[in-house]
Structures are given as structure tokens and as C-alpha cells.
């Protein structure tokens, strides 16, 4: 027996989001006003370090030698260039000491030295091989916040001409605020790049203006949500100014998707015939119910890098939490109540209609047609384009294997930036690594002999090319010892072990550049396995949950991982060996700094997993369906394809929006997102997983008795929730009997009007 579809009554949840639409729009552009202040300012209370770890032996010393020897962690700089003359010269002397004592005058500045105040064993380090340059080094004090407005009260007043000599802004103070201050610059840039072009690729996807907009909205809320959020966690925790960057992106990223994802159902629905009301009804019970899954894939990926001590990585999580949390409520609480205002009105403003007069009839009758071909030239040859795809995926990724990890410097900054030149000269003409040398803090009682035994001990070891000091205060001492080469090096890594191994009568404890980078990758190498544990068996509940298979949740997570290689790959090969650095316009320090990998699988994997939510939804309703297991990989792939290719192609924009940054870190996050998500959405759901489903064939929805149970109890898929009569009475099956879909044209057509009824 069949009868033709009853609209289902809207209760629960639909009741609840859609009873007062105007109310509930009204309320949210309240909510969103309040964000707006509340967030306003957010940039300037964020920091631009965060990459060590709070608890190793370095940031302890660190800590300490800021507290017992303030002068001995020099953080600005003064690059003095005498031009023909040389820095010895009576006239750049005498300037020189006076640009010294009245840096020492400055309020909030600490430990001021200088090549002409040197003693003889120092001098060297300060003064430019070619006798042109040198240095006047000291130290800013307070918090970032604080040094920052230091650095901009002080720093007009010397930079440039000082009769004799050029003097330049340099140390780590200048280039994290210089860091700071462009990637603000660099971020409203990328929005004002993004939000246009994002906007017209919708417009061409839906066709409709006005359902174009819709995304945009909740892309605006959840963004300005999100800079609340981080705003009242700077009252609390440190936050990194990188994490704006993720917010913007994920905010419109996501709210595309989500809001794609629903609009497509809810016009599938309308054309069905269904009043707006119900439309929404079926929505939310059936693609609503995929979103919300899909954040919860995309949350858990990236609350994973809670697990690292790093405030870097943490603000990444904070950050993509909110915002992907914020997208997921507008999608599922905003989007329904303006679809139940607009109703049909939301295919309003059609502009492709001009383009397309006298072949809609033709159009209306091949949806999808391509992606059915893809699929059937896909599962016809499921060997060829499996073992293809996973051999050129694996190739893309072998450049990864060649990795070097180092630290996060001014080399981030665009060559032309003044922090940059000043510590570019000091490295390529300054002998040794002027502030960039390794400090031995030494605690307890100890006679001059012991300091004198254990400063020759040190001296010796390989790698050693100075060792300066004690400088004694009380039960404490400093020595500061200067690596040959650079401060990152093989070299001076080894160096840290050397020095932490070294016997002494007293406790100490290394700190500097190479020491900060040595406890950052230990500390990484330890959460590594668990943060990924933690992503692993989340993934694989939930994609259960959503599959009710054991295979589809292991294929998942390992096509995931796959679907990054070329990513990993890409990011050694440009940023890291310099390839495209010109085109590109940066400087590669020929290494990646540590964090980054981190950051970018955390990102990424989550979105390949938004992604394979949105295409296993729809294979798994079909195969309720129908029962059928090729079929339902070509219906997944042919309803889908084109949704997820439009969703990957605009999130890729609004990375390689990002990606325009002038600084290092966020053009290499920009970049190697915007080819994950392009990589995972055209290779990996259009040829790889279709393939491998093909060859894992029907057992792909096995599950034992027990696990079936239980996804039978506490499962959610797309579907209306209904059983199919054709299927056992053990598997779950939907009612929806083929709805209506869009392609990339935006039309829509039925496959279906009838259920069966039990």
C-alpha cells in the first residue's frame, strides 16, 4: 500500500527554532551588536609568541633570569650604520654614547649596553665584521602588552637619521609588535578580498542573490561571536593574534558549508511541493542533523590542540571551537527561521537567468549526469583509481620526510620589514649570534672556583665558540655561552643536550633561542601520539554513529590522513627548501617551525572529515534506501560531488585570501589549507573513496550484532526516520524516497513522491 507524502507535523526542535522567526532574527542581531563591542579590541590584547612550552626547563630559567638578571635577556636592539665611516670614528662615538645614556633614561627600559660600552671580551659580538655597524642592546620590560607600547612611545624617536649614523629598530620586541601589527593589516586585507569573491561564487552556485547571502550572514555572526569569545578569554589566558586568522577563515568556511548543505535540502524540499514550514521540518531532521555532526568532527579535530602546552596551539583551539560552534547554531537556529520567513522567496533574484533563457527544460533533465558518469568510470575501474590516486597522494607527500623543525623569527617578516633587515645584517655581518647565544642559569652556593672549573668545562665542548660570564647575584649565577653558527642549529640544538649533561656542584638549567626550540619539539613529540588518539577514536564514534559500519569509520580517518600528504608535502617543498619563495614573496629560514604541522593537520583533518560527513550522509540514505550498495556510492557521489567541490572551492579562496599575508606562518597556513581542502574534495571524495568502496563492496556496512544495536538505539543519519520494508529488519532504512536535488546551476528535480507505508 502507498499513498502519496504527508508533510510531517513540525515539532521538537523545528517548533522550537521556527515558532518566532522574526523574534528569533531579531535576538540574534541583538546578540551579534552585543559581540561587536565586546569583541571590539580584541587584536590588541592578543600576543604573538605562545610556541614554548610553560612548563619546560628553558621558560623556567627564562623566567628566572628575568627576575634575578634583567639585563641579561637583551630584546631591542639598536643597529647603528656609520656609513663610510667606521663605528670608531670620534664623531659616531660620541653619538653613539649618547643615543646609549638616554636609552638607559627611558622609562621601562633595562640592561642598556652598547659595542663603545663593551668590555674587550664582549665588544666583538656587538661590532659588524666590516666595521660599518654595530650595536646598542637592552631590555624592555613588563608583559607583551606592555613592551608593545613601550616599543611604540620609544621607537619613533630613534629610528633614522642621528647626525653621523643611520640607526634601524631590531630584537625580539620589534618583531613580534611589527609581527603583530601586520597580520592585523594583512586580516581586514584578506576580508575585504574574501567576502566579495565569496560572495559572487555563491551567487553563481545558487544562483539566487538572496540565498547567497545567507551564508555570508552566518559566517559575519559566528565570526563576531568568536572575537567575543577570545576578547573574554584574554582576561584569563594568553591568546595568540595568529588565532584571528583561523576565525575568519573557519567562519566563513563553515558557514558556507553548513548553510549550503541546508539551503540545497530546504529548496529540494520545496520543489517537492512542501509549504516552507515543513520544508525546514525535513531540513532540520535530516541535513541538520549531518551538520551538526560535522561539527562536532570539525570541534573534536581541533580541541585536540588543547592538548599541547603552547598558549600558540591552544588559541587555535579556542578560536576554532567558538567558531565552529557559533557557525553550527546560526546554521541550525538562524538559517531555519530566515528560510521560514523567505519561503519560495529564497530562489529570489536569480541573476543567472539571463544566461540561461531557453535551456532550462534541457538543464532540469541532466542534474548531476557528470557526476554519475565520474562514479560509474570510478567504481568500473575501483583498482585503477585507488592504487593511482594512493601512489600519487604518497609522492606529493615524500618531500615531508625531509622536514627540519626550527623556531618562528623575523624571517617571517617580509624582507623589507625594518625588524627583519636589522637581524638579517646582524646575521649575515656580526660575528657569532648576537643575542641569540645560550644561558646557563646556575642556582645554589658555589665558590669562585667552582664557577671558574665548571666556565672551562663548558668552553670545551664542541660547538662552544665563547663562553661570558658568572655574573653572580646571591645564591644565583648566569653564564652566557655563544654557539658556533647560527642560533637554531644542528650545532647549537646539540649544544643544549651538551650543556644540560655537563656535571656541576650546583643546579642548572639552559635556556635561550636553541633551548626553546629543543623543549618545544619534545613537548610536541610527547602529546603527539595522544592528541592523535584523541581525533582517531572521536572520528570513529562518530562517524559510526552516523554509518552504523566498522569499515566506513576506519576508511574514513585513514583516507583523511591520506588526503593530506600533498599538503605536508607542498609546505617542506615551498616554505621550507624555498621553492616559489619569489613568486610567493617571503623568506624561507629553511625550516618549519614547530608548531605549524600541528596546527595545519588539526585544521585540515577536520575539514576533510566536514567533507566526508556530507558525502557518507548521503551514501548511507540511499543504501537505506534502496539496499544497494553501488548504487548508493553513485547517488552519494552524484548528489554531492558538486556541493562539495563549490563548499571546497570557496573555503579555498577564503584560505588563499589568507594566504596573501605578508608573514610567513599565515601565508604557509592560507596556502596548505586552501590545497587540503582542494586535494581532499577532487581526489580523495571524487575518485579515492568511491573506489575503495567499490572494493570493499557490501561488507563496507557490516557490523556485529551488538555495535548494530546500538547504532540502531543511538545512531543519526540523513534520513526522515523511517524503515524501509524491502531492507532486514535490522537495518536502519530511511522513507525519503529519492528527494529533489540541485547541480551546480541551482535547479532541482524529484526522483521520487511516494513512501511506503508499514
Request: glycine content about 10%.
Amino acid at each position: 500500500m502507498t499513498e502519496v507524502n504527508k508533510p510531517p507535523r513540525p515539532g521538537g526542535w523545528t517548533s522550537f527554532v521556527t515558532a518566532r522567526p522574526r523574534l528569533s532574527l531579531l535576538v540574534a542581531l541583538v546578540i551579534t551588536a552585543l559581540a561587536v563591542l565586546a569583541g571590539s579590541g580584541v587584536a590588541d590584547r592578543l600576543g604573538s609568541g605562545g610556541w614554548e612550552d610553560p612548563d619546560a626547563q628553558s621558560t623556567y630559567a627564562t623566567k628566572a633570569l628575568e627576575r634575578e638578571f634583567p639585563d641579561s635577556q637583551p630584546n631591542f636592539m639598536l643597529l647603528l650604520d656609520a656609513g663610510r665611516a667606521t663605528v670608531d670614528d670620534p664623531a659616531v662615538v660620541a653619538e653613539a654614547e649618547r643615543l646609549t645614556a638616554r636609552l638607559a633614561a627611558e622609562e621601562g627600559v633595562t640592561g642598556v649596553g652598547s659595542y663603545w660600552q663593551a668590555d674587550p671580551a664582549q665588544a666583538p659580538a656587538l661590532r659588524a665584521e666590516d666595521g660599518h655597524e654595530a650595536l646598542i642592546a637592552a631590555h624592555i620590560t613588563g608583559d607583551e602588552k606592555a613592551m608593545g607600547e613601550t616599543l611604540d612611545r620609544i621607537a619613533p624617536s630613534y629610528r633614522g637619521a642621528h647626525g653621523p649614523v643611520e640607526v634601524r629598530i631590531g630584537g625580539l620586541v620589534a618583531v613580534r609588535h611589527e609581527m603583530q601589527t601586520i597580520i592585523q593589516e594583512d586580516l581586514t586585507r584578506a576580508e575585504l578580498i574574501a567576502l566579495p569573491v565569496t560572495l559572487v561564487l555563491l551567487v553563481m552556485v545558487f544562483g539566487s542573490a538572496v540565498a547567497a547571502l545567507l551564508p555570508l550572514g552566518i559566517g559575519i555572526v559566528a565570526i563576531l561571536g568568536t572575537n567575543a569569545v577570545l576578547r573574554g578569554l584574554t582576561e584569563f589566558t594568553d591568546v595568540s593574534v595568529f588565532a584571528m586568522n583561523l576565525t575568519t577563515a573557519l567562519g566563513l568556511g563553515l558557514a558556507i558549508d553548513y548553510a549550503l548543505f541546508i539551503v540545497r535540502r530546504f529548496r529540494e524540499e520545496l520543489s517537492t511541493g512542501a509549504e516552507p514550514l515543513t520544508a525546514v521540518a525535513t531540513t532540520l531532521r535530516t541535513a541538520g542533523r549531518t551538520v551538526l555532526f560535522s561539527a562536532l568532527t570539525v570541534a573534536v579535530s581541533l580541541a585536540a590542540m588543547l592538548i599541547f602546552p603552547q598558549y600558540f596551539l591552544r588559541s587555535f583551539a579556542y578560536a576554532g571551537i567558538a567558531v565552529v560552534l557559533l557557525a553550527a547554531a546560526a546554521a541550525l537556529i538562524l538559517l531555519p527561521a530566515a528560510l521560514v520567513l523567505l519561503g519560495h522567496r529564497v530562489d529570489s533574484l536569480d541573476l543567472r537567468r539571463l544566461f540561461r533563457r531557453g535551456r532550462t527544460a534541457r538543464t532540469s533533465g541532466e542534474q548531476g549526469t557528470a557526476w554519475a558518469r565520474a562514479a560509474t568510470l570510478v567504481m568500473r575501474r575501483a583498482p585503477v583509481f585507488a592504487v593511482a590516486t594512493t601512489a600519487v597522494l604518497i609522492v606529493l607527500g615524500l618531500p615531508f620526510l625531509g622536514v627540519k623543525f626550527g623556531t618562528a623569527d623575523d624571517r617571517q617578516l617580509p624582507s623589507g620589514a625594518e625588524s627583519h633587515v636589522v637581524q638579517q645584517h646582524i646575521r649575515d655581518g656580526f660575528p657569532g649570534s648576537p643575542g641569540g647565544g645560550l644561558e646557563v642559569l646556575a642556582e645554589g652556593r658555589a665558590t669562585p672556583a667552582q664557577y671558574t672549573a665548571y666556565k672551562e668545562q663548558i668552553a670545551g665542548l664542541p660547538g662552544v665558540q665563547r663562553v661570558d660570564g658568572p655574573l653572580v647575584k646571591g645564591r644565583s649565577a648566569y653564564f652566557t655561552v655563544l654557539p658556533k653558527g647560527e642560533a637554531v642549529d644542528d650545532t647549537a640544538q646539540r649544544l643544549v643536550g651538551e650543556l644540560r649533561a655537563a656535571h656541576a656542584p650546583f643546579d642548572t638549567k639552559v635556556t635561550g633561542t636553541a633551548a626553546v626550540l629543543v623543549d618545544s619539539k619534545h613537548a610536541i613529540a610527547e602529546r603527539l601520539p595522544w592528541a592523535a588518539a584523541v581525533i582517531a577514536v572521536v572520528t570513529l564514534l562518530l562517524v559510526f554513529l552516523l554509518t552504523g559500519s566498522v569499515l566506513i569509520p576506519i576508511q574514513a580517518v585513514v583516507l583523511n590522513a591520506l588526503s593530506l600528504t600533498a599538503m605536508f608535502g607542498a609546505v617542506v617543498w615551498v616554505f621550507q627548501d624555498g621553492h616559489l619563495s619569489g613568486l610567493l614573496g617571503f623568506t624561507s629560514p629553511g625550516s618549519i617551525e614547530t608548531t605549524l604541522p600541528v596546527l595545519m593537520f588539526c585544521v585540515a583533518f577536520g575539514l576533510s572529515m566536514d567533507y566526508g560527513v556530507f558525502l557518507l550522509s548521503r551514501i548511507k540514505e540511499e543504501y537505506d534506501r534502496t539496499g544497494d550498495h553501488n548504487t548508493a556510492v553513485r547517488h552519494g557521489l552524484q548528489r554531492t560531488g558538486g556541493l562539495i567541490t563549490a563548499a571546497a572551492v570557496i573555503l579555498a579562496v577564503v584560505m588563499v585570501a589568507i594566504g596573501t599575508s605578508r608573514v610567513t606562518n599565515t601565508k604557509m597556513l592560507g596556502l596548505g589549507i586552501a590545497l587540503a581542502v582542494l586535494m581532499d574534495a577532487m581526489i580523495v571524495r571524487s575518485l579515492l573513496v568511491p573506489a575503495v568502496m567499490k572494493l570493499t563492496g557490501r561488507a563496507t556496512w557490516w557490523a556485529p550484532g551488538p555495535l548494530k544495536r546500538f547504532h540502531q538505539r543511538f545512531g543519526v543519519s540523513e534520513t526522515d526516520g523511517e524503515r524501509n520494508p524491502l531492507r532486514g529488519a535490522g537495518d536502519s532504512a530511511t522513507s525519503h524516497d529519492g528527494p529533489a536535488d540541485i547541480d551546480g546551476d541551482g535547479s532541482a528535480h524529484e526522483s521520487g513522491g511516494v513512501r511506503a507505508v508499514r
